[in-house]
């Protein structure tokens, strides 16, 4: 049976605001429905659009976000708890910096904010189950990225030890939203333990291959970190479950590489960019995603260090658009063909 990637449809985090229209439900998805988006995805953090402990406890609040959405010709795709998963799992390296995701009780108390965050993430579940959403896009968190170049040798069994405890920390998260009937889809990203393929299979496999651990597919950072991101829709496919349609170049120079020597994104070898600015090939990502038979949706993630984000964002509703195939239901060539006849068959093949 044909299916269709659904579409376009925006991650809403990087355009909430404290001004109009990008400071409340009503306006933020009316202002995204007046592009031509179809859906919204949508930051649980956020208050000023979304109160995640009342999406959890109240369907009648859930059935009223998702009213005023349809009015204003949108759906929520999904939640995004990005900043809560990446809260799951911290190297201490990174307290300080982190405790800016977390309110500001919990600064300075790791244990406490790793449990506000599995918390966050339980509500998530459901709050999406109440939503009827089969997906939610995250972060894993980190124990080992600060170990990620073998420089000085690293300990024997220390990535092993950090895989085993970023699954004991998830499962009993992934049971919860098994029980909500939704998926969780990791975004693979530098900085998270999961950045690649390989680190994918190591958490899965470290997790007994939970039917819930699955990929928010998202080929700009794949493209920066110079990884085949066609190849990796082949081996994934099955994993993949959620799609942020984001742009990236890479112009590797004589001072910078894949590192990108510190520097601000303007100045980064490698960089975000509008849909279109890039050089990601997504005429070859839809065609891969329609040929494995991806029916989730294409949302765009705005991040650019050049583009103003309310052009970025008119302009990728469309790009969106034309990039999504209608699959077919029948072979080009049927015209040719005739009816079986088991006898010619084995004549044209020499079996007579």
């Not at 402990?53 to 369907?59: G, I, L, M, R």
């Not at 393929?197 to 990929?215: P, Q, S, V, Y």
């Not at 080929?219 to 099955?238: G, K």
Request: glycine share 8%; aromatic share 12%; charged share 20%.
């Amino acid at each position: 049976m044909a299916s269709n990637i659904k579409g376009p449809a925006i991650f809403l985090a990087q355009f909430a605001g404290d001004a109009a229209p990008f400071n409340s439900w009503a306006s933020i998805t009316r202002w995204a429905g007046s592009l031509g988006y179809r859906g919204v995805q949508v930051p649980s953090w956020d208050r000023r659009l979304f109160d995640l402990e009342q999406a959890a406890t109240s369907k009648t609040y859930c059935d009223e976000l998702k009213g005023v959405a349809s009015e204003n010709g949108v759906e929520i795709t999904e939640l995004s708890t990005h900043l809560q998963g990446q809260l799951v799992a911290v190297n201490p390296a990174y307290d300080a910096a982190f405790d800016a995701f977390a309110p500001p009780e919990v600064h300075g108390k790791p244990k406490e904010r790793q449990k506000w965050a599995v918390g966050q993430m339980l509500l998530a579940a459901k709050a999406s189950q109440n939503l009827g959403l089969s997906a939610c896009v995250s972060f894993p968190g980190a124990l080992a990225w600060p170990f990620v170049y073998p420089w000085p040798q690293r300990p024997q069994g220390l990535i092993e030890t950090a895989f085993a405890e970023l699954a004991k920390r998830w499962k009993p998260v992934l049971n919860a939203y098994d029980e909500a009937g939704c998926d969780v889809c990791f975004e693979i990203h530098p900085g998270e333990d999961v950045f690649d393929g390989t680190t994918f299979e190591m958490f899965l496999d470290a997790l007994k291959g939970h039917t819930r651990c699955n990929i928010n597919y998202d080929p700009s950072h794949f493209l920066l970190m110079q990884l085949d991101y066609l190849a990796f829709i082949d081996i994934y496919h099955e994993r993949i479950k959620a799609f942020h349609v984001k742009d990236a170049e890479f112009n590797p120079t004589g001072r910078q590489g894949v590192y990108s020597g510190y520097q601000p994104w303007i100045n980064r070898a490698g960089r975000f960019r509008s849909l279109g600015d890039g050089q990601v090939d997504f005429a070859a990502i839809f065609s891969r995603l329609a040929a494995h038979g991806y029916d989730s949706w294409a949302v765009l993630e705005w991040e650019c260090c050049l583009k103003h984000p309310e052009d970025g964002a008119a302009e990728g509703a469309p790009f969106i658009a034309n990039h999504i195939i209608r699959v077919t239901e029948k072979a080009f060539d049927d015209f040719a063909g005739g009816t079986v006849d088991k006898k010619q068959i084995r004549r044209l093949l020499g079996l007579q």
